[in-house]
């Protein structure tokens, strides 16, 4: 496994899921493993979600067509305790927003959905800014990994349905 897919899942593993709300089902329990200490800067929870905010903008653009399908704001995470967190404890987010991670390395990826309960549509792009792989309509709260498949030097994850909506597969492009 490369050495940012291991940073990733390590950082993402040791996010402590808070006390599940009387009202929600339990949360599955997660074991951090003993030489891990949770990140600095993160006291994100169910009860206190973070905000999305709009740091940026991206384009889908058809392969075939040169032509601009649809646009999003994105909240950027390019650093590791950011990749880590994602879209972790938010309760939900707008049609036309989303998050843009951003690696140093085009490497094959792998992303999961701990602690996420939004079901999200996932894009993989390399270096050519090309849409690698898609996962639609991820399982939320789910330690499946999703597997790039190719080397990916981004990630884009939107609203599960999006890419059905739009149209959007892979092969096409992306603009930020």
């Not at 940012?4 to 996010?15: D, R, T």
Request: glycine share 6%; hydrophobic share 40%; proline share 6%.
């Amino acid at each position: 496994m490369k050495k940012i897919q291991i940073i990733l899942i390590l950082l993402s593993a040791v996010i402590i899921i808070p006390t599940a709300c009387k009202d929600k089902l339990p949360r599955p329990e997660i074991d951090k493993p003993a030489n891990m200490v949770e990140p600095e800067g993160h006291n994100f929870s169910f009860e206190n979600p973070p905000v999305i905010k709009k740091e940026g903008e991206v384009k889908f653009i058809r392969k075939d067509a040169d032509t601009v399908i649809s646009k999003i704001d994105v909240e950027i995470a390019d650093n590791d305790l950011d990749r880590a967190l994602g879209l972790m404890f938010r309760p939900e987010m707008e049609e036309n927003h989303g998050m843009l991670f951003l690696f140093k390395n085009e490497v094959e990826q792998a992303f999961w959905m701990l602690n996420t309960i939004i079901s999200l549509d996932i894009l993989y792009v390399n270096s050519r800014g090309e849409i690698v792989k898609i996962y639609k309509n991820t399982k939320t709260e789910s330690q499946e990994s999703l597997p790039s498949g190719a080397p990916a030097i981004n990630v884009i994850e939107v609203n599960a349905g999006y890419c059905e909506t739009y149209g959007i597969k892979e092969g096409d492009f992306v603009d930020y």
